[in-house]
């Protein structure tokens, strides 16, 4: 930990020391309740500086955080809970009424008040403690700091997204000392962290990159911003606030960005930053270079998974000069593109995506189901399901999701293309792509669209945008219209819930 760190989190502030101390406590409250390596311990927070301390905490120990999404419903969370072997749970104040149900009977829970400024952010009344409750701090500071020596972290439990049955919990095991180096140097490499550097949290901590953002910066990092949820402007005016000089986006806070009247974009100086690295999803090729042009050439690109870590990176310049890739493997890490019988694909041929990292990442399995780990893996390489080819230089395109691919009339098409092609119109807000039965071609695309304000764009326009900009057989057949998008906390589409009622009244999922 840099020696200088402030950490800040709306109007409250926090020395590193001070914040070291907190979680020293707290590993010592861990322990006395028999916590060991390789035990698990429930988190569920929106962002708050708590959750800092618990990753310090519970990573001293070797116990995994389990990072559960605070979005969930009583009946998601009750399934963590028991899935990961919780031993304890940390729990937002204004959480706990939605969760009291589901918490397994004797498990240890600990209520963290929620602050004002995360009420705020998303608009809350306070929630007072439940009676009863034993509160995170009091708990906390009545046990003396944790003295033993620290084991090597084994980071957080996170669920995948569960867009298909139950998410599974990839969960790291303890690796070797040159995994964990070759981990650290990899995150470090791809965000071009440095000591003293300033950054902010800006996607929810239970997502794998602001996570692994997170633990990079308490390493190295001489200011953290915390902010409780995303918004345009307000990240604009923490840049120029706290002089930040890295920071970790996915596209979808790109778009917003960019659509911000041009007025609010002049108004904030962003000067001080260095690297600003995206990641998450494609990026439609318009966005990224609309976002250079504003920024600068500091604007990168990672690709990676849950599953393997960060495995390529691209900086500004070289995606000029190869405009869409998500660039080419670190050192030590195997790509392979693949085909269904599992033929390695020359460059140029578009086949699933899988990956070996090597030393470069902790070894992984899915907590209770390595059967599925098994499935994901082919001649020790894995796939999250990503489709995409290498060209010729070794560079990686990804060009979309597997379960996503609408298949028309025996014809691949990429949902991401057209994402692509309509986010920039400027009359739309928010768009996602997909297929939906058709009797004659097998499936159809399907656009979900948000108006942007004041708009009334049609959808004979829609499909028009799209026209000029694609090969016909992309233009959706069939365009609907939506107030919002049902979207994850880092911007991810739920699809799932999109194309459900159109397969659901043609009787059939396939």
């Known amino acids: 930990m840099n020696p200088n760190l402030s950490l800040h989190c709306g109007n409250r502030s926090l020395a590193g020391t001070a914040l070291q101390a907190q979680a020293d406590r707290a590993a010592g409250g861990f322990q006395s309740m028999g916590l060991k390596p390789g035990d698990t311990v429930a988190v569920m927070l929106r962002n708050d500086l708590p959750y800092l301390e618990l990753m310090l905490a519970l990573g001293r120990l070797g116990v995994h955080l389990v990072a559960v999404n605070w979005h969930f419903q009583a009946e998601e969370a009750a399934y963590v809970f028991k899935d990961s072997g919780a031993r304890a749970l940390v729990v937002h104040a204004d959480l706990w009424p939605r969760l009291a149900a589901a918490v397994p009977a004797g498990l240890p829970v600990l209520i963290v008040p929620t602050p004002q400024d995360v009420l705020e952010a998303y608009g809350l009344e306070p929630a007072p403690l439940p009676e009863g409750a034993q509160d995170w701090a009091s708990w906390r500071d009545s046990f003396p700091p944790c003295t033993s020596a620290p084991v090597p972290s084994v980071g957080s439990m996170l669920y995948t997204s569960g867009t298909t049955g139950r998410p599974k919990a990839v969960m790291r095991l303890p690796g070797t000392p040159q995994q964990h180096a070759g981990s650290k140097r990899v995150r470090s490499l791809a965000s071009q962290a440095r000591e003293g550097m300033r950054t902010a949290v800006v996607g929810p901590l239970y997502h794998a990159g602001p996570n692994a953002a997170a633990r990079v910066a308490l390493d190295m ?94 900086s500004a310049k070289e995606w000029l000069d190869h405009p869409g890739t998500a660039g080419r493997p670190f050192p030590g890490m195997s790509v392979r593109i693949l085909d269904a019988e599992g033929r390695i694909l020359p460059p140029g041929d578009v086949g699933e995506i899988y990956v070996n990292p090597g030393d470069n990442a902790l070894p992984f399995t899915y907590r209770n189901n390595e059967e599925a780990r098994r499935a994901i893996e082919r001649d020790g390489h894995v796939t999250n399901g990503d489709i995409g080819y290498l060209d010729a230089e070794g560079y990686l395109y990804v060009t979309d999701r597997k379960r996503d691919m609408v298949i028309s009339g025996g014809v691949n098409i990429y949902p991401a293309e057209i994402e692509h092609a309509l986010v920039t119109n400027p009359q739309i807000a928010d768009c996602a792509v997909f297929g939906i039965p058709d009797a004659e071609y097998g499936e159809a695309v399907a656009a979900a669209v948000v108006r942007a304000p004041g708009s009334q764009i049609s959808e004979a326009q829609v499909r028009d945008w799209v026209r000029q900009r694609l090969a016909g057989y992309k233009v959706p057949r069939h365009v609907e219209f939506h107030d919002v998008l049902p979207r994850e906390g880092m911007g991810k589409v739920f699809k799932n819930q999109l194309r459900a009622p159109h397969w659901e009244r043609a009787g059939r999922r396939i």
């Open 221 to 314: 990092a001489e200011r953290i911003v915390v902010l409780p949820r995303f918004d345009g402007e307000q990240l604009l005016k923490t840049i120029e606030t706290h002089r930040i000089t890295h920071l970790s986006l996915v596209p979808v806070m790109m778009v917003r960005l960019l659509k911000l009247p041009a007025e609010v974009r002049a108004r904030y100086d962003v000067s001080s930053l260095e690297n600003v690295t995206h990641g998450g999803s494609p990026c439609a090729p318009d966005v990224r270079r609309a976002m250079i042009e504003w920024w600068g050439p500091i604007v990168n690109e990672t690709y990676g998974s849950t599953e393997t870590g960060l495995v390529t990176c691209v």
